[in-house]
């Protein structure tokens, strides 16, 4: 029986026959099957870093025609356990190692070190670490941007707010009209992420029977999941937008109908700098920038993308 990798690479099926060399000796095989193994899902030559499917494979043949084939008849040269549910790896080990130590036996080590478990593992601890700290920071920069969006709207509308409230709408109206337009932001962000979520998520489970070779992957995609997704996408927006409703709905009509004030920026912090004279006009104005609104320029200053530019080299 051949490995399925191994198989699909070279284009063998059942039937056909493989030249192989075993104990120095030439045989022809017969492929009475293609299998899986959860031992070998990661089949990698020893020494090598990635699997080539085309250079190394794994091949299983009855216990008694390979033992006399390469004069190994009654040993074994590597033994697989399977342990009954509740059993102790620990002790397991310990009790080998003890009865194949006369034997030269190089050490039993439980499933955890075995190198295909140990990738598939790792792949799904990275998918757990992508989990817990992508969506936090993509729901900070959501509840950003609908802050910033909902501010600079109230800034435009300022004087219509003012004038409603002068009719007699109060301050409930006025929050209750922009946390619908809030709210219709969010609906429409939960229907195209759980769209693309749902569609994201068989491709990546496709993608993983295929490289990992397993015969079945299935993506459920359990309601009470998106359903707890949406209630914290809808609270993350809502509370970004929370401000400057807030700010929206505090308004006085004389106030909201006028111009807003000009900032006063002479009593804050660092304006003597901005005040020297060696200093040119230009970078007076940046640093002002700067100290007025630090978190603003700090944000910033992380969002840029760093570029580096690599010397090419001259034969």
């Known amino acids: 029986m051949a490995l399925q990798a191994f198989a699909d690479a070279h284009g063998l099926d059942v ?56 004069n190994q008849d009654g040993a074994f040269n590597e033994a697989v356990l399977r342990l009954t549910r509740g059993a102790s790896t620990a002790a397991v080990i310990a009790d080998l190692d003890r009865l194949l130590e006369p034997y030269g036996a190089s050490g039993a080590y ?51 707010i003012g004038l409603l409230k002068a009719f007699g709408y109060g301050n409930t109206e006025v929050i209750w009209h922009y946390l619908k337009l809030v709210s219709a932001i969010a ?64 308004l ?6 006028t111009a807003p004030p000009p900032p006063d920026y002479s009593k804050a912090a660092g304006v003597g700098v901005t005040r020297l004279k060696a200093i040119d006009q230009q970078t007076r104005m940046i640093l002002r920038q700067i100290i007025r609104w630090p978190w603003r320029a700090g944000l910033t200053v992380a969002g840029i993308p760093e570029w580096r530019t690599r010397s090419r080299c001259r034969r």
Do not use: K
Request: proline share 5%; with cysteine.
């Open 15 to 70: 039937g056909d026959t493989v030249p192989a060399t075993i104990y120095g000796g030439r045989s022809d095989l017969a492929i009475v099957g293609i299998a899986l193994s959860s031992e070998h899902v990661y089949a990698i030559a020893p020494g090598e870093m990635v699997p080539d499917d085309c250079l190394f494979g794994v091949m299983w043949m009855g216990r008694r025609a390979l033992a006399r084939r390469v």
């Open 110 to 160: 439980g499933r955890a070190d075995q190198m295909s478990d140990a990738l598939v593992s790792s792949e799904t601890d990275q998918l757990q670490t992508i989990s817990n700290v992508l969506p936090p920071i993509f729901l900070l920069v959501a509840a950003f941007l609908v802050n910033v969006v909902i501010s600079r709207i109230i800034a435009v509308q300022r004087a219509g």
């Open 187 to 250: 609906v429409f962000g939960l229907l195209v992420g759980g769209a693309a979520g749902i569609w994201l998520g068989r491709m990546m489970a496709e993608l993983y029977m295929e490289h990992f070779r397993f015969p079945f992957l299935l993506f459920a995609a359990d309601p009470r999941d998106y359903a707890l997704v949406a209630g914290v996408a809808t609270a993350a927006v809502l509370g970004g937008a929370a401000i400057a409703v807030r700010r929206a709905a505090r």
């Open 252 to 257: 006085n009509p004389a106030e909201a109908m």
